[in-house]
């Protein structure tokens, strides 16, 4: 039975990727969708909830982007990419393993470095990618303030 909180709930998923969707369409974000992702992982029902769940993903991010950086500089300086890659993707599966909800940043880097980028220079995708979970991080914020859990 779908109780008055759940469809709050959604209510409120569906306009933070309404939001997300518009920021994204208006900057004209190539990938523009993982703002969408990021306001139904991000959006809780309690603001703190969806403070935590954010800061997680937006950390996530920001370090597989850097770590992602690191790999496609040392690519443009003619090491192998894909050793670079491996190398990279060992500290950030411990981290993980040691704090699942930094796991991002290992979704990051496999993306930044082995999904083609449509957008530019190779280095634009980290710096889309933390822009987009921004997006989706700072709707799903507004959202959950401006429209808090109903009692």
Excluded: H
Excluded at 10 to 19: N, S
Excluded at 27 to 32: A, D, R, V, Y
Excluded at 120 to 139: D, H, K, M, S, Y
């Amino acid at each position: 039975m779908l109780r008055s909180e759940y469809l709050w709930q959604a209510v409120r998923i569906l306009a933070a990727c309404a939001v997300s969707y518009g920021a994204s369409r208006l900057i004209g974000l190539q990938e523009g969708y993982w703002a969408l992702v990021t306001a139904v992982v991000v959006t809780q029902p309690a603001l703190d909830s969806t403070l935590a769940a954010g800061r997680d993903r937006v950390l996530g991010t920001v370090i597989g982007a850097l770590a992602g950086l690191a790999v496609l500089g040392g690519g443009e300086l003619g090491f192998s990419s894909l050793v670079l890659f491996w190398i990279a993707l060992l500290p950030l599966a411990i981290l993980t393993a040691i704090k699942p909800n930094l796991r991002l940043c290992c979704i990051t880097l496999v993306i930044v470095v082995l999904v083609p980028s449509t957008a530019g220079t190779r280095f634009v995708r980290p710096l889309q990618r933390v822009l987009e979970i921004l997006i989706g991080t700072l709707a799903s914020i507004a959202i959950t303030a401006a429209f808090p859990q109903q009692r």
